[in-house]
């Protein structure tokens, strides 16, 4: 089993570390010292690759995205088409997202951006938050991420939905909805919009001025999935108004987000820098030696992307 690794500017030794403890036969290449397509079958394990580097590999069985986005490799002209490509979707990336959703939902239920800003003047402003049963949270995009989130809400007895482009099935404690003709009821009713949708063209600004206007008056949004969901300058323009109380942005289009956005000076938005998730080596390792076991073996991988979906 050969596994050619990409990652920039973080330590390899270990993921290097990590593979060989879930397989000590394993041979591990760190980029850029990869070798030659005619070295044998290999595996592809990479973050933010440079363009056209993946193609230059015939070899390579799997590509194996290090997170949960994939539009790192999907924006290559030059990426393969006909090599799979598998997202992460190990326990520790579910876990770290779950914990962030949880934090974050709890902060804006008990308007915690309010009392923050408050705390900057000394000013004594107490504030009464409903009983989260009264608060409804929509998830939206189900996936593996927004399945976790909603498992680690659960207990809170908060008023579940969820959003996604495919029909669920039935669960306990959370209401589906699914199909772009429903967004805009999902969106009514929900006081805490939790964004956890992948990108893709469909996806792209989903949430511009007309359907943040949608969200009932002083709702919250998280946003944990990708940067692009959200029309920014329409999400400045609402949260000015009032329209939307607070907000908390991990992801951008853009990363870092322009010192000279207007969105730093929010006073009820929290800005964190693309870590409501990070990928651990020990459990993605697992993860990609599992999978290509059962690509070996003839199996379908876990979290295998679909071209046509764009997730």
Known sequence: ?????????????????????????????????????????AYALVWEPKPGLLKDYPNIQAIFSMGAGI????????????TPIIRMGDDGLKEGMAEFMAMSVLMH???????????????WARVFAPAAKDVQ????????????????????????VSWSRTAKAPEEGIKHYSGTETIDEFLSGSNILVCLLPETKETINL?????????PQGASIINGGRGGLIDLDALEEVMTSGHI?????????????????????QEKLIITPHVAAITRPDTAANYVVRNIKKLENGEEPENKLDLNRGY
């Open 71 to 82: 539009d790192h490799l999907t924006r290559d002209p030059q990426l393969p088409k006909d």
């Open 1 to 41: 089993m050969r596994i050619l690794f990409y990652l920039d500017d973080y330590p390899h030794e270990i993921w290097r570390d990590a593979l060989l403890a879930e397989n000590p036969d394993l041979e591990f290449r760190s980029y850029p010292d990869w070798g030659s397509p005619e070295d044998g079958p």
């Open 137 to 160: 949270v929509g998830i939206m995009g189900y996936g593996a991420l927004g399945k976790a989130a909603a498992e680690k809400l659960k207990p809170f007895g908060y008023n579940l």
């Open 109 to 123: 239920h008990r308007q915690m951006p309010y009392l923050l800003e408050q705390q900057k003047t000394k000013n």
């Open 245 to 265: 109380e607070s907000a908390t942005l991990d992801v951008f289009p853009k990363e870092p987000l322009n010192t000279d956005h207007p969105l730093w000076h």
């Open 207 to 215: 949430l511009d001025k007309e359907r943040l206007l949608k969200l």
